[in-house]
T-cell receptor, first 116, second 116 residues
Framework: AQTVTQSQPEMSVQEAETVTLSCTYD???????LFWYKQPPSRQMILVIR??????QNATENRFSVNFQKAAKSFSLKISDSQLGDTAMYFC?????????????FGGGTRLMVKP | ETGVTQSPTHLIKTRGQQVTLRCSSQ?????VSWYQQALGQGPQFIFQ???????GRGNFPPRFSGLQFPNYSSELNVNALELDDSALYLC???????????????FGQGTRLTVV
């Protein structure tokens, strides 16, 4: 079974600053996907970024980037130029590679507050 | 908006009752997963349906059951409700593309179930 751990229950950052959210995971799989999801007060999970484990290059989506360390089983999210709209819960998630769908294992979440 | 709709948005039930939650998947998606998110925690995978058949289940008792219909919409049924079943129930749909291929999961806004 897989486990995902987010060790930072809450974080805050000033608008326009950079913040990094941590995530570690445990698995015996060699091929898998990792995700960061954002859950604003509207409750809807929104995909922020995904990383395929077989790719060494770290994924980047505009202001969001990851630091994927496969050997260390670490997958952190960096948010640059933080905006007020980034305030939300952030969840790290794991999914096995061979999967017809979306069986995700989530971490406990990090509540991020962006301050003006 | 992701195109995944859930109903109802809120629901209050009494312990011991039965409840049915509904999810309409995004157009073109054939896979639906259900998650339970207790307050302040990450979502936990309940089960997944692919082309009308259950093809994965998390650590939930048999009183949690589901259906997927020919139009790929889905229902989650919970019998003999317990107080601990109070949670946000999230539905996610994706397009299953067969073994080894993954498409993005799109989430609905969830149903908030309160058991009293």
């Amino acid at each position: 079974a897989q486990t995902v751990t987010q060790s930072q229950p809450e974080m805050s950052v000033q608008e326009a600053e950079t913040v990094t959210l941590s995530c570690t995971y445990d698995t015996s799989e060699s091929n898998y996907y990792l995700f960061w999801y954002k859950q604003p007060p509207s409750r809807q999970m929104i995909l922020v970024i995904r990383q395929e484990a077989y790719k060494q290059q770290n994924a980047t989506e505009n202001r969001f980037s990851v630091n994927f360390q496969k050997a260390a089983k670490s997958f952190s999210l960096k948010i640059s130029d933080s905006q007020l709209g980034d305030t939300a819960m952030y969840f790290c998630a794991f999914m096995k590679h061979y999967n017809a769908g979306n069986m995700l294992t989530f971490g406990g979440g990090t509540r991020l507050m962006v301050k003006p | 908006e992701t195109g995944v709709t859930q109903s109802p948005t809120h629901l209050i039930k009494t312990r011991g009752q039965q409840v049915t939650l509904r999810c309409s998947s995004q157009s073109g998606h054939n896979t639906v997963s259900w998650y339970q998110q207790a307050l302040g925690q990450g979502p936990q995978f309940i089960f997944q349906y692919y082309r009308e058949e259950e093809n994965g289940r998390g650590n939930f008792p048999p009183r949690f059951s589901g259906l997927q219909f020919p139009n790929y919409s889905s229902e989650l049924n919970v019998n003999a409700l317990e107080l601990d079943d109070s949670a946000l129930y999230l539905c996610a749909s994706s397009k299953g593309q067969g073994r080894g291929r993954v498409s993005e999961a799109f989430f609905g806004q969830g149903t908030r179930l309160t058991v009293v």
